[in-house]
T-cell receptor, first 114, second 113 residues
Framework: DQQVKQNSPSLSVQEGRISILNCDYT??????FLWYKKYPAEGPTFLIS?????DKNEDGRFTVFLNKSAKHLSLHIVPSQPGDSAVYFC?????????????FGEGTQLTVNP | EAQVTQNPRYLITVTGKKLTVTCSQN?????MSWYRQDPGLGLRQIYY???????DKGDVPEGYKVSRKEKRNFPLILESPSPNQTSLYFC????????????FGPGTRLLVL
């Protein structure tokens, strides 16, 4: 079963507008969440993370929100830039129950149009 | 330059012919991991290693083996590859564990005929 789900395979936004990428999870034991970005023909690169003791983490144009009761997190990119066009993966870990595993979602292809 | 290297980058093989994909990192990281990326399934963890001689299964370990004899190297072994192992493989490392920034290699595209 897919414990981390990104229900939108793709998202298209205009340059300068906000991009909102969503991620849902089913395992209530997940205690740390990360977002990775992937360009074609490259490995993923780390973007931002959040611990389950927080509900928001911000880094420049990128903000991650965590809603534990809804088992939902989202990544906001403001303002969006054409260079942000990539596949975005959310990932989650649950150290106490699954050791050092990391579970990824299916990914969302973001396209930022000039 | 801090990096994770994988070799080969591309590989075409036939069913049953054993192969090894090498992974090496130069950052003195404790944690290393292998993932496969498939359309519609995202990244799935195959195996990970917390330290030398310490390895454990991820979500999709069937058909794969790993070893961690040295801190810097974490090879992925397919003893008898099958077509369902055709995929894009990534090796990654981080300082201590998956909750820290993982640095990924460039990927190995494998086709099993």
């Amino acid at each position: 079963d897919q414990q981390v789900k990104q229900n939108s395979p793709s998202l298209s936004v205009q340059e300068g507008r906000i991009s909102i990428l969503n991620c849902d999870y089913t395992n209530s034991m997940f205690d740390y969440f990360l977002w990775y970005k992937k360009y074609p023909a490259e490995g993923p690169t780390f973007l931002i993370s959040i611990s389950s003791i927080k509900d928001k983490n911000e880094d420049g144009r990128f903000t991650v929100f965590l809603n534990k009761s809804a088992k939902h997190l989202s990544l906001h990119i403001v303002p969006s830039q054409p260079g942000d066009s990539a596949v975005y993966f959310c990932a989650a870990s649950a150290y106490e129950t699954s050791g050092s595993r990391l579970t990824f979602g299916e990914g969302t292809q973001l396209t930022v149009n000039p | 330059e801090a990096q994770v290297t994988q070799n080969p980058r591309y590989l075409i093989t036939v069913t049953g012919k054993k192969l090894t994909v090498t992974c090496s990192q130069n950052m003195n990281h404790e944690y290393m991991s292998w993932y496969r990326q498939d359309p519609g399934l995202g990244l799935r963890q195959i195996y990970y290693s917390m330290n030398v001689e310490v390895t454990d299964k991820g979500d999709v370990p069937e058909g794969y083996k790993v070893s961690r004899k040295e801190k810097r190297n974490f090879p992925l072994i397919l003893e008898s590859p099958s077509p369902n192992q055709t995929s894009l493989y990534f090796c990654a490392s981080s300082l201590l564990g998956p909750q820290e920034t993982q640095y990924f290699g460039p990927g190995t595209r494998l086709l099993v005929l």
